[in-house]
């Protein structure tokens, strides 16, 4: 693989990874620990959801 296909590769993962953590972050700081388990609750169900099918 090419230097510049890696660094695209890359640079996509990261913009994907920050996408998923930026709202998690964003809900931890609003509303503390009783919102980051109010969080992670909804989406191990969307999880579980996505993966029965």
């Given at each position: 693989m090419s230097t510049v296909r890696r660094a695209?590769?890359?640079?996509?993962r990261l913009r994907t990874r920050a996408l998923a953590i930026g709202p998690a972050?964003?809900?931890a700081a609003l509303f503390?620990?009783?919102g980051s388990n109010q969080l992670l609750g909804a989406s191990e169900?969307?999880?579980q959801r996505?993966?029965?099918g």
């Open positions: 695209r590769y890359r640079a996509h972050l964003f809900a503390g620990q009783h169900m969307v999880r996505v993966s029965s």
